[in-house]
Structures are given as C-alpha cells and as structure tokens.
C-alpha cells in the first residue's frame, strides 16, 4: 500500500469523515489518495482558512479536526492556526509537505523547515524520515492532540516518502511511556479543596475554556448549584455555565461584567477550573484578588501557579475532579446561609451595573443591539463564529450561550479572519444547527475569499458584519489611551474618497445573497427574514461608528478600577 494511502485508512480509523486542505507539489502524492479515500475534502482558498476551519469543526464538535497543506510557503500559511490553536488548546492535527528528503537542506522550491518554524507553537511534531512509522506516527498524533491538554500536532511527510509503498496493518493501540497526562486529581487536595469552599464567606466559581473542552459542563452545573455559589467565565469558557441563570455574574475580565469582576475583586476564595489567569482576567497582577486564597484545577500542571500561586493545586481532568469535589462538599452539609450576605452585596452590583448602552439618538444602529437581535432571531440555539475585536465583545456580552461549544472564537492569540473559516467548520461538524459568523468590516477582510469554499460547499452559513468604518478596537485604544490621536484605523477612506468595499457586490461576485441592513426599526425583522431564507446570507450591517465597548479594564489596571 502507498503511504499517502495508508495515511487514509488511517484516518478513517481515527473516525475522520472530513478535512480541510489545499494541495500543492509537495503533498500531491495525498491528493492523489483522496480521489479513492471516501473522506470529505474541503477545499479553501487560503491554507490559513484550512487550519481555522479545523479549529472551528474541533471545537464545535469536541473531535480532532483535520488540516493538509503543501510545503514552504502552504506550511507558513498555516502557522498562525497553529499558533492559534496552541493558544486555545484546539486538537487539530496538521499534515505539510516537504521536498524530497535529497533537497532538505539545500534551500530547494518551495522549502520551509516546517518542524523548526512550529516548534514553540505545537504540543508535539513529527518529521516523517521512515515511511514505515507513518501509520503509528499518525494514530500517536491523533492520541496527543486530544487527550491531557488538547492541542496542535505537525506532522511533516517528504514527498517521496509518501510515494513508497509500505507494509499496513491497523494499528489499535498507542502507548508513550513519555506521555502520561494525569486526569484523576488528587484526593487528599480534593478534599482540601470541598473544606475550603464549605467554610468561605465570599467564593467565587471562575471556569475557563478547559471546562468547554473537558466536556465538564454538567459536572461543574453540579458543583455551582450544590453550593450555592457565585460563577464567572472566562471569553473562552462562555457555554461552560448557562448564561440565563441566577447564579451566573456574567463574563469576567476587561470587558467583563463588573459584578463579576468587583466579586473577584472582593472573594476570599476562588476556585479556578480549567482557566489560566490569563492578563485579561487579571489586570494588574499585583493587585489581582488581594483577599482571596486561590484553588486551582487544570489538566496541565504547568499552568499551575504560572501567573497566581495556587494555594489548593488539583493536577487533572475537570470532568473526573468536579463531581469528586461535590460530592466531598455535600458530605460537609455546609451552611449555606453563610453566602446570604455575600449574594447580597452581588445583587447590589447586578442592580447598580448591568450591562448596557444607549440608543443611538439618529436613529442610526447600535452595534450591541445587533447582537441582542440575533440572540432573540436564533432563540439562542446559534453557533456564534466571532472575529476578533469590538463585535468579539459585544458577542461577549449579549449574546447569551446556553451551552458549551455555541460559542467559538480566537481567545488566546486575537486573529483577525479567523470567523469566517471558522464557521465553515463549525457548520460541517454541526450541520443541523445555525451558524452565524459575527465580524468587522476589518476582520471579514482578512479571509473573505473562504465565501468562495462556503459557496462551493453550499453551507449555509449567516454572516454579519458590523460595519463602522474603522478597526473599531483600536481606535477605541487610541481614543481612550492615545490621546486620540488616529492612525491609520479609518477603513472606509482614501485620499478624501469612499473607500468602502460594496460588500453586498462582493457577496453576490462569490454567488452569495447579499443585503445592507441601515434601519434600526427594521432590524429584528430583517434579520429574521435574512436567517429564515435558504442557504448562506452575507449581511452588511451599517452601525453606529464610535460605538465603545464597556465597561473596560485599562490596561495594567486593577479589575476594581473599571471605566465606562
């Protein structure tokens, strides 16, 4: 069997049904296998799309997602997913080509060392040199990528060697004795940690985007209303907890609520699952939750005590640890009225602080109340695809997620053009359910050509784009930190002239209905009528343009010290 064939049945071994990719020379050889393979290929328009979309499928779906690209320059492109994943903890497993192994080294077409250039941005990666080990080196792969703290994988395949016919036999088992990642958590430190929760006075439940991942939603609902206890998300985490509920503060950090954040503020106790303490979160480090004694539970040890000392550290697997850690606490029958004063002191934030902004007085668009509409059009029941910046806020914060995994957008490393892509593979791995990508007139610039791969497939995917005219969260930095001082933010100008791309145009060029949306009064209808109708909907949407996001963190200040 060829190898490029052998990486086939492989995949289908690992319950692979689709992949994103873009052939080229050196990954030709795969190509040549998917004609007879079975798998679903999509084909994007730019690798980076591939590697988002794979993203997008992994974390809608919980699976591994899948992504080829060719060598050097098909390698590059889809660094930054890679990157982007490692951030967020993505399982998606990268194959690139190579040259032949008699040109590594020589600078030959199209070489890139692919494995030196993604070191520092993968959780592990290979560099086929024996076409035997193929087979193993993609079932271990898959193995690393999904298991202990999710992650990217590289595996990088000369094309020669992919040519070559080799033994295959299935491959049902994988052992690393290199790779043991603990998810059982200690019991001792787990009933350190149900003491401790049983005799604070002002707790704090803070879940993050491991929780998402875990697949630990319902055993953390558990714990939270075992307890009683106040609960904050992280951007990441949002889903882990149902939004519509009285235990729930809102999204913490620097556009978080500030009921949640002056309750971090103010705890004397915080139990963080599955979240890193990421500068968002915490603001000015030194003077992060100064009251508060910290437990700590995370599958990766190494994110224990890295930004905050832990002072109960639980190594392991949420999914495992939380309904251990219920259970110990129901045993202690703790007093519950001891959070009445606590939830009282809540409930005056939530009063005096709600989220909230004003209309527009010209009757123009608010860019929140697009949000708001989308949540009552989908009851909901949406897949969100966020951009990066102000509508990734503003997505944030009013649209409110129900569940894990309706909620999908780039935390950790902020890339601009990963919606769309992300979408599409949001939408394959879910196909049942809505997909809406929410982005900016600046976003939506950086992969729009995946319109082409959403056409092709016929996905139909609802995008909205909150059109202002500017990279509206730079600006707002430069308004608010730089003395307004604008720099190159202004997308919609050149030399005195409308500069704007006539997005309904371009959406019609790729076969995609397009409509502007200009009527505030109109809006939840035209929404309406947008999502009912069949296929994809490109939805320009001409919003108020020097809208803000609040409440706001400055930057390296306290989570106390909220502005907006």
């Not at 998300?233 to 609520?257: F, I, K, N, S, V």
Request: glycine content about 10%; proline content about 7%; overall charge negative.
């Amino acid at each position: 069997m060829r190898a490029v064939d052998a990486i086939m049945e492989c995949l289908k071994a690992e319950g692979v049904d689709v992949v994103f990719g873009y052939p080229g020379g050196a990954n030709l050889p795969t190509y040549d296998a998917f004609v007879d393979a079975g798998i679903h290929h999509v084909l994007v328009r730019h690798e980076a799309g591939a590697g988002h979309a794979a993203e997008g499928y992994a974390k809608a779906t919980g699976k591994v997602g899948v992504a080829f690209g060719t060598s050097g320059p098909g390698a590059t492109n889809l660094v930054t997913p890679i990157m982007d994943a490692m951030m967020d903890s993505v399982p998606v497993v990268f194959f690139t080509g190579q040259v032949r192994t008699e040109l590594l080294g020589t600078d030959g077409f199209q070489e890139a060392d692919t494995i030196g250039l993604t070191m520092p941005a993968v959780k592990h990666s290979f560099l086929i040199t024996d076409p035997r080990e193929l087979p193993r080196t993609i079932h271990e792969a898959f193995h690393i990528a999904g298991t202990g703290r999710p992650g990217p994988v590289v595996i990088d395949l000369p094309q020669d060697l992919s040519k070559v016919d080799i033994p295959y036999e299935p491959i049902t088992d994988v052992h690393l004795p290199g790779y043991q990642p603990r998810t059982t958590g200690n019991q001792k430190q787990i009933r350190q940690a149900a003491r401790a929760l049983a005799s604070a006075r002002r707790p704090v439940i803070y879940a993050g985007g491991g929780v998402v991942l875990g697949n630990a939603s319902e055993e953390l609902r558990a714990l939270v209303r075992e307890g009683g206890f106040p609960i904050t998300c992280t951007l990441m985490g949002l889903g882990a907890y149902p939004a519509p509920d009285p235990q729930w503060l809102g999204m913490l950090g620097m556009h978080g609520t500030r009921a949640a954040n002056y309750a971090m503020d103010e705890a004397d106790l915080i139990c963080a699952i599955g979240a890193r303490f990421d500068d968002r979160i915490t603001g000015k480090l030194s003077e992060f939750a100064p009251r508060a004694k910290f437990i700590h539970i995370d599958v990766d040890p190494a994110e224990i005590s890295k930004n905050i000392p832990a002072h109960i550290p639980i190594v392991g697997d949420a999914k495992q640890i939380l309904p251990r850690l219920t259970d110990e606490y129901r045993a202690l029958e703790a007093d519950r009225p001891r959070l009445d004063a606590w939830w009282q002191r809540i409930r005056t934030w939530q009063e005096r602080h709600p989220l909230a902004y004003e209309p527009a007085q010209d009757g123009g668009i608010k860019p929140q109340s697009v949000i708001e509409a989308i949540y009552t059009v989908t009851g909901g029941e949406a897949i969100i695809c966020s951009d990066v910046g102000q509508h990734q806020m503003w997505s944030a914060q009013y649209y409110h997620y129900p569940e894990p995994r309706r909620w999908i957008n780039s935390g950790g490393l902020g890339t601009m053009g990963f919606g769309l892509p992300a979408a599409i593979g949001a939408q394959m791995g879910d196909p049942e359910r809505t997909t809406v990508v929410v982005t900016g007139d600046g976003s939506i610039q950086m992969n729009i050509q995946e319109l082409a791969t959403i056409r092709q497939e016929n996905l139909p995917v609802k995008v909205v784009v909150l059109n202002n005219g500017y990279l509206g969260m730079v600006r707002q930095w430069q308004e608010l930190f730089w003395q307004e001082r604008y720099s190159h933010v202004e997308m919609n100008t050149y030399g005195g002239e409308d500069a704007f791309p006539d997005f309904v145009k371009l959406a019609d060029a790729y076969g995609i209905r397009g409509l502007r949306l200009t009527n505030a009064e109109t809006l939840e209808d035209d929404l309406r009528a947008a999502f009912a109708a069949e296929g994809p909907a490109f939805i320009d949407v001409r919003v108020t343009r020097n809208e803000k996001v609040y409440p706001m963190i400055a930057p390296g200040e306290a989570a106390r010290d909220m502005v907006g």
